[in-house]
């Protein structure tokens, strides 16, 4: 439970930075995981007609993002409890006891999955833990690995937010690549203790950022 609760206080703070009463605004968070759920799909690759080659880096981020909405529909309906602190952790028990990478024959398994949490988000318009937990484990993606990604995600969404994000003003193309594709540069070659990996990475981002 220890790095969802770490995760849940980081979404807090940076859903607080948004709007300070945030929790009665009624965002609709089921809307933003099923339009995630579609570049989720687009970076993976399903168009029949031609070749395509997954992006695995920007499927995994396009994960993180939805988990940000989830976790801030979780917080906000107060079902942030142990329990879903012990079905993340199933998560990692079962990646843990796969090759850890997606199979050829594994792939119309992931697409369904991602259809699946949709689905379940347009339909009942709340975030169901069950779909994402599978979506997950077909990837497979462990929680040790969406904490680490969700780090860096957030910190990348506090940079957009002081720097302009919510008033138009931020840029979100630096030399030709998206920030995400700055952000799991920088994430694989940091090199600090896990303490300090969020003031490093805002420094580097900061140092990359042309505005």
């Known amino acids: 439970m220890a790095m969802v609760r770490t995760m849940a ?14 929790r009665t ?9 099923w339009v995630e759920c579609a570049e989720l ?13 997954p ?9 993180v993002d939805i988990w940000h909405f989830g976790l801030s529909d979780l917080i906000r309906t107060g079902k942030l409890d142990e329990s879903v602190g012990e079905a993340m952790f199933a998560v990692e028990t079962t990646v843990a006891a796969t090759a850890n990478q997606l199979n050829s024959g ?20 709340l975030f169901r833990l069950e779909p994402f937990q599978r979506l997950l484990e077909a990837l497979p993606m462990s929680l040790t690995e969406l904490f680490r990604l969700y780090i860096g995600k957030n910190v990348l969404n506090n940079f957009r937010q002081d720097h302009g994000y919510k008033t138009g003003e931020y840029q979100k ?18 090199e ?3 303490g300090e990996v969020p003031q490093a990475l805002y420094s580097q981002l900061n140092a990359r950022y042309p505005g």
């Open 41 to 53: 799909l687009d970076h993976f690759g399903w168009k029949w007609w031609k070749k395509q080659i």
């Open 192 to 194: 600090c203790a896990a």
């Open 55 to 63: 992006d695995l880096d920007q499927v995994k981020l396009e994960i």
């Open 173 to 190: 193309l630096w030399s030709g690549r998206e920030d995400n594709e700055h952000l799991i540069e920088i994430l694989q070659d940091i």
């Open 106 to 125: 594994d792939v119309a398994q992931f697409r369904a999955a991602v259809e699946a949490l949709a689905e379940s988000s347009l339909s009942q318009r």
């Open 9 to 22: 206080e980081m979404q807090n703070a940076h859903n607080v930075q948004v709007h300070p009463e945030w």
């Open 25 to 33: 605004q009624g965002y609709e968070y089921y809307r933003a995981i």
